[in-house]
């Protein structure tokens, strides 16, 4: 049997290049970049280092947002993901608050040339608003002169920061009871923080395993009701109750908040629900869902929000799970391992997931070295050994004739001579030995115990013992003196599987003479 199952099944990279051209492409990153440039010379800030006023305008224009009415919103976020990340750095000594007091008096403070006394809104001089100084940080020069691994390394920290804003309360409510003078009580925002943290990364962890079983799925986005089901319905639960229903609902209206914040990351591609599906209820946002099932069949499934993660998002939840102990391999991982270890894992691989798995491990190697060792690492009597030699046999399959030789150094070998022998045959090698009656049977009972070990009585093993029988009407006369460990396992598995009742009862004898003989 193969080891247990990594806690994630393997996920397909792309390589750091193309994940940092991702990362700078992303709109918030972009943004924060800019503004980071923007800060170079020096820009007076309010302490913390929020853009006042004039300085949030000058932004708005520079990022080309001023026709968008969520402008001065993307602007603060994009700047606080600059300072944030380190792409602008905060001086709020007393050298760096007179600075940018000096640079707000001469005029340069709000961005378009007008001093305190000229304010476009005609309000008072800031004065004591223009406590620090906003200038570039280290991480804006890494940007440029830095490898892709610097620049991931700053979208990672620029997305942590998001995610953990994703996660927190609706800032309004928090607003309202500090102006009330109230003590900051979570439970009446209804709002755990450990709660909602670790609902969203189930979220993103299930956009992941989605993405590493099937890839063809993952590349079409997810509808956001089924999303918030597979979180909340319990899998045993045929028909949802009217309150798991409603907490879908919410979870919805909660994740398409989230997403929202989220996309301009790069993190995920999200089309939002649509706003005339939300409606308020007791105060809280709900999605009005279609009340019959030809509703349901009429209604375009994309309003109610559609996501998937994008290649860069995968590379961002994979990073997060490993610095939580999970084991999420990624694809060439095995690349400079043994052998052994490569047909070990295969087995719980995902099938493209495995083939790219192999061909990486394959293209360190010649096709004759591969070969060798492979084929080495697939001898053995042991429990695992059928599943080995059977991956062994599926990973030769990629590689070309210069492995013959290799293959027919092994034409003898009890454990390897059947497997080398359909090698050959498949690649239309001349000269090659039938194989012995004993030597087919081995190699039968032996593929049949990788698939069992594999596949459990799966349909297709079905198919393939009716198909064995069919073929030979003496079958079982001779596959139980086979001296294989897995014979009575195989001939046990056998009756159960053959239709026939004749076939199986044979069966079911010929695993009790092969018991006997053992």
């Known amino acids: 049997m193969p080891e247990e199952r990594p806690t994630m099944p393997p996920v397909r990279l792309r390589t750091d290049a193309e994940l940092a051209r991702d990362a700078l492409a992303a709109p918030l990153l972009a943004r924060a970049v800019r503004l980071a440039r923007w800060a170079e010379p020096g820009k007076p800030v309010a302490s913390g280092g929020v853009l006042p006023e004039g300085e949030l305008r000058a932004a708005i224009e520079l990022l080309g947002l001023a026709g968008d009415e969520d402008g001065p919103e993307h602007t603060a976020q994009a700047w606080q993901l600059a300072v944030d990340t380190g792409l602008v750095e905060i001086d709020e000594s007393e050298e760096a608050s007179g600075a940018a007091a000096a640079t707000e008096s001469d005029g340069d403070g709000d961005g378009d040339g007008k001093g305190d006394g000229d304010r476009a809104d005609g309000e008072a001089p800031l004065g004591d608003e223009f406590s620090a100084l906003a200038i570039s940080g280290e991480e804006l020069r890494l940007i440029t002169e830095g490898g892709p691994r610097d620049i991931l390394d700053i979208w990672l920290d620029g997305f942590e920061t998001v995610l953990a804003d994703a996660a927190a309360p609706d800032l309004g409510d928090i607003a309202a009871q500090i102006s009330e003078g109230a003590e900051l009580d979570l439970d009446s925002i209804d709002w755990n923080p450990e709660e909602e943290a670790e609902f969203l990364d189930g979220v993103l962890g299930n956009l992941y395993l989605l993405t590493a079983l099937d890839e063809e799925a993952a590349a079409a986005s997810v509808p956001l009701p089924a999303l918030a089901a597979s979180m909340i319905v319990p899998e045993d639960m045929d028909e949802p109750t009217d309150d798991i229903l409603e907490e879908v609902s919410e979870a919805m209206v909660r994740l398409d908040d989230q997403f929202r914040l989220l996309a301009p990351t790069g993190l995920i591609d999200y089309q939002p629900v649509d706003e005339a599906l939300i409606q308020e209820v007791d105060g809280e946002g709900r999605i009005q869902e279609p009340e019959t099932a030809e509703e349901l069949e009429d209604e375009d499934v994309s309003r109610y929000g559609m996501v998937r993660l994008t290649p860069l998002g995968v590379y961002a939840v994979r990073a997060r799970m490993i610095e939580a102990g999970i084991d999420a391999p990624a694809v060439g ?7 052994d270890i490569l047909l070990d894992a295969l087995p719980s691989h995902p099938e493209p997931a495995a083939q790219a798995e192999a061909e990486q491990w394959l293209a360190s190697r010649t096709p004759e070295e591969a070969a060798r060792e492979l084929l080495a690492a697939a001898r053995g009597d042991d ?62 009972v032996d593929t049949l115990a990788a698939q069992l070990a594999t596949e459990g009585d799966s349909a297709e093993l079905r198919d393939l013992v009716r198909g064995l029988v069919d073929q030979s009407g003496s079958f079982f006369d001779s596959a139980w003196r086979v001296d294989h460990p897995a014979t009575a396992e ?28 053992a």
């Open 333 to 339: 991982d095995l690349a400079d391992k043994g052998a």
């Open 383 to 444: 429990e695992g050994a059928p599943l080995r030699r059977l991956t062994c046999q599926q990973t030769l399959s990629l590689v070309g004739t210069e492995a013959e030789p290799a293959l027919r150094e092994v034409l003898d070998d009890r454990h390897l001579g059947g497997l080398a022998r359909v090698w050959l045959a498949e690649h239309e090698v001349a000269g090659v030995p039938e194989p012995s009656e004993a030597m087919v049977f081995w190699l039968t």
């Open 490 to 517: 195989v001939l046990e598995a056998m009756g159960r599987l053959h239709p026939d009742k004749q076939a199986a009862k044979e069966a079911r004898k010929a695993a009790f003479k092969a018991r006997s003989r």
